[in-house]
């Protein structure tokens, strides 16, 4: 059984920067894209930015220019810097491990709250 740890949420002034990080376990490898995903009160779960084991990235429109998805793949880590924060970035954050081919399984992490307020 995969699993995705998150760490790194917390409460940030508009304006301010955090980085979100997300340990898989080491049977979640090549054979999955990783990403972030977030779910504000009241709204549907979105796709934030994801990262492919070679370093396709892809970015929600809302984050281009202000978020970075990285991976470390010797530490199979993947982070997200989130800068120039916004109060709309308030949600709960998810780690993401989608796999690329049928039969393997996809994992979310269990989330970590990122709050901008003054």
């Known amino acids: 059984q995969g699993q995705l740890v998150e760490s790194g949420g917390g409460l940030v002034q508009p304006g301010g920067s955090l980085r979100l990080s997300c340990a898989a376990s080491?049977?979640?490898?090549?054979?999955?894209?990783m990403g972030w995903y977030r779910q504000a009160p009241r709204n549907e779960r979105e796709l934030v930015a994801t990262?492919?084991?070679?370093?396709?990235?892809n970015y929600a429109d809302s984050v281009k220019g202000r978020f970075t998805i990285s991976g470390d793949n010797a530490k199979n880590t993947v982070y997200l810097q989130m800068n120039s924060l916004k109060p709309e970035a308030t949600a709960v954050y998810y780690c993401?491990?989608?796999?690329?081919?049928?039969?393997?399984?996809?994992?979310w992490g269990q989330g970590t709250q990122v709050t901008v307020s003054s």
């Open positions: 990262i492919t084991r070679a370093g396709l990235i």
């Open positions: 080491r049977n979640i490898g090549s054979l999955y894209t």
């Open positions: 993401t491990a989608r796999a690329l081919v049928r039969g393997l399984p996809d994992y």
